[in-house]
């Protein structure tokens, strides 16, 4: 007698219906839809995190600007208040005028105690 062989070949529609789950070697079957369900998961969950990195350094990106231009506006305006003429106008404004002669040094001599 001859013994068929039965083909592993599976249709379309066998798989369509699912019959590859509920077969002799689901197990194997079952085992690589868990393997595929877990790698998907974490590249889910990966690409959640590095979207949330990428968010983040963005906000950052976004505050170091505004830190640099308040530093520029700041130094601007410490750099007018420097201004020799400038300084002059807010001292007139403060009703000082500028000498005409130079001050005078007072010295006074060290006594030495004998």
């Given at each position: 007698?001859a013994?068929?062989?039965?083909s592993?070949t599976?249709?379309i ?11 002799g070697?689901?197990f ?25 990195k ?48 130079q ?12």
């Amino acid at each position: 007698m001859a013994k068929r062989i039965k083909s592993k070949t599976r249709s379309i529609s066998d798989i369509l219906k699912g019959k590859f789950l509920i077969e002799g070697g689901a197990f194997s079957s079952w085992k690589f839809i868990l393997f595929i369900v877990v790698l998907a998961l974490i590249s889910i969950s990966s690409s959640h995190k590095v979207d949330e990195k990428v968010v983040k350094i963005s906000e950052l990106k976004e505050k170091a600007e505004e830190y640099k231009a308040r530093f520029a506006l700041v130094h601007s305006k410490l750099m007018k208040l420097k201004v020799e003429s400038e300084l002059e106008n807010m001292v007139i404004s403060d009703s000082l005028l500028a000498l005409e002669k130079q001050p005078y040094k007072i010295l006074v001599p060290k006594v030495k105690d004998e």
